[in-house]
């Protein structure tokens, strides 16, 4: 079965600090891959998607992430933080073919000290 | 443009009641689905649609039903509520054509069965 992992389950930061979020999928064939963020009492929000092309995303608020075929990772990334970031990030795939479904990471626990 | 609007926002239950979440969409989306999320184990689906008349099962339907009589409208039914089934409710809609599959997430349910 798909899945989907988030190695960093919390993470804190001091504001201006570098991000960088893993996650690997597990699954061969062709993927959407997603970033979703969720501030706190928020619902979950779209960072940035990967169908096809260039492998370097860039989404909203300074994030990007890189789609590494070779390595089954969409990394999330962001060169200096604000505490406004302070939020769950969750990495996503859907299968472009079939019932779309979406397979979610468990999330990581972003804190920036401000 | 609502997006995906899900009623009640906080819900609180006594073992054994039923209650049904309501979600709707106003974007003519296909697919919607139902996930809960609970610490730690990020979202997890219980049901899905893709389009009206048909649902399937997802990670976790135990205990819940659902039914997609419209497009635009996916309620989740909680049949004989157990504590287990406290969690955070997110309902979510996508497009299947276009090959722009991004997920559009309702502001969420908040259910504590005591």
């Known amino acids: 079965a798909q899945s989907v992992s988030q190695h960093n389950h919390h993470v804190i930061l001091s504001e201006a600090a570098s991000l960088e979020l893993g996650c690997n999928y597990s699954y061969g064939g062709t993927v959407n891959l997603f970033w979703y963020v969720q501030y706190p009492g928020q619902h979950l929000q779209l960072l940035l998607k990967?169908?096809?092309?260039?492998?370097l995303v860039k989404g909203i608020k300074g994030f990007e992430a890189e789609f590494i075929k070779s390595k089954f990772s969409f990394n999330l990334r962001k060169p200096s933080v604000q505490w406004s970031d302070t939020a769950e990030y969750f990495c996503a795939v859907n299968l472009p073919s079939g019932t779309y479904k979406y397979i979610f990471g468990t999330g990581t626990r972003l804190k920036v000290l401000a | 443009n609502a997006g995906v609007t899900q009623t009640p926002k906080f819900q609180v239950l006594k073992t054994g009641q039923s209650m049904t979440l309501q979600c709707a969409q106003d974007m003519n989306h296909e697919y919607m689905s139902w996930y809960r999320q609970d610490p730690g184990m990020g979202l997890r689906l219980i049901h899905y649609s893709v389009g009206a008349g048909i649902t399937d099962q997802g990670e976790v339907p135990n205990g819940y039903n659902v039914s997609r009589s419209t497009t635009e409208d996916f309620p989740l039914r909680l049949l004989s509520a157990a504590p287990s089934q406290t969690s955070v409710y997110f309902c979510?809609?996508?497009?299947?054509?276009?090959?722009?599959?991004?997920?559009?997430f309702g502001q969420g349910t908040r259910l504590t069965v005591v």
């Open positions: 979510a809609s996508s497009s299947r054509t276009g090959g722009d599959t991004e997920a559009f």
């Open positions: 990967y169908f096809s092309g260039d492998p």
